[in-house]
DNA sequence: CCAGCCCCCTGTCGGC
DNA sequence: TGCCGACAGGGGGCTG
């Protein structure tokens, strides 16, 4: 479940090994996890294309890792059970029996992308804003205040939690810091996102970027598929609140943490500290 | 505009 | 022990 702290941690853990790497060539063994692009409309242009490119930059936005090579940018996306990482051209290739896909290297290594339950995708564009869907504001960037929250809230009316996962409304934020953060602003994950008042959006906004930035500090969190670049786990799921602890004591109150389905995700609460609404509609 | 559902996939776990 | 259904959830798409 990479979301902005675990892909950012990826990004960084991949600068060092990757810059100044060059690409020589592909491999695949499912079809899917090539998303096709104007540039790129298959394997055989893939390949073609990225041969003899450099590794430049590695940035993220959103969830989405951009490798900015010389002329192209390689886009990377996770999803739930993705991992990227370089290692050795002799390593092991048992040792992980999900690669779907490696980019051959100069040096003696390879670019591999490790992805379980093939729901990610890797793709080879000149232009990522054609690649990636509308995505709202960076929720770490200095701009992102909370009047840049308040204005995204405006003309919404759904359950807050719906809200935080829509990558529109901020980029970045899934299912277990959606869910830390309303706890760290005492909101129920069903309150109408426009029955907020202004303390609330004021303590939701400092909750996000607490999240986010805590979640980067502990190099994301390792509930299952997760690794860093370098094989070893985030520590973030060890300061967990209510993330995947149903039944277990609220660590402000001691109430039972509860959870429900909310926009078909499960959602983890504390029922005193994030009172129910008395009204869902109206 | 929004809630709900399906789909993409496969590993894991609880129940029988 | 083995089988089976439920569950995990990022994101796109469709329907009511």
Redesign the pocket.
Known sequence: ???LPEVETVVRGLRTPLIGRTARDIWHD?A?TIRPTPIAPDPAHFAARIAGQTFRAIERR???ILCHLDDDILVV?L???GRLYVTPDDAIHDAD??VHFRVQLDGGVQLRFSD????GFVALTDDFSRL??ALGPEPLADTYNIEALRAGLH?????IK??L?D?AFVA?V???Y?DESLHDAKIHPLR???SLNDDEIAHLHAAIRRALTDGIEREGAS??WYRKPDGTSGKAQQYFHV??RAGEPCLTCGTPIE?I??????THYCPVCQPTPTLLKG
């Open positions: 479940m990479p979301e499912w899917r959103a969830k989405y996306h999803k739930m059970t029996r999900w379980a339950r093939k729901f990636a869907p003309g919404h009316r759904k359950a719906a809200l996962l990558q970045g899934g299912n277990i959606a109408a996102s426009d509930v299952n993330y995947d959870k389905r909310v926009a078909q995700r499960g």
